[in-house]
């Protein structure tokens, strides 16, 4: 098997996460994190929707991790987000991390909000 190496031009991946916690650019980011090719901030959740809807033009979509489990994105967050022009795909944390850091890679317009596992 081949594997190839992933090159980050302009957006940072997400290195590791663990209970609570993310690692981006070498720092711990505890709690929730918003992370973009623009930088990473500390996330509230749900009830945090300006965060992401400040992101209208400048993603395409985002990918919400709800956690060490899947779980159902609040209605009206969802809308909001659609309203604005943006995709969402919703999943767990661990395949949130991971399809944001393929898309990040291939130079895509994308943003992940992450709930700690």
């Known amino acids: 098997m081949k594997l190839t190496e992933m090159h980050f ?12 916690f993310f690692r981006v650019g070498g720092a711990r ?3 929730g994190m918003l992370l973009t090719a623009e930088g990473v901030d500390s996330w509230a959740g ?8 400040a992101l209208e033009g400048a993603v395409d979509v985002v990918f919400v ?3 060490a489990e899947i779980a ?3 209605q009206g967050l ?23 850091n393929v898309l990040a890679a291939e130079g ?3 943003a ?4 700690p596992v």
């Open 78 to 100: 969802r809308d909001a987000i659609e309203a604005a022009g943006m995709g969402v795909e919703v999943m767990n944390t661990p395949s949130a991390c991971r399809t944001y």
């Open 108 to 110: 895509r317009r994308v």
């Open 46 to 53: 749900y009830e945090a929707a300006e965060q992401i809807l």
């Open 9 to 20: 031009a302009e957006a940072q991946p997400v290195e590791g996460y663990g209970p609570g």
């Open 112 to 115: 992940l909000a992450a709930l």
């Open 29 to 31: 980011i505890e709690g």
């Open 65 to 67: 991790g709800t956690g």
């Open 72 to 74: 159902h994105l609040p």
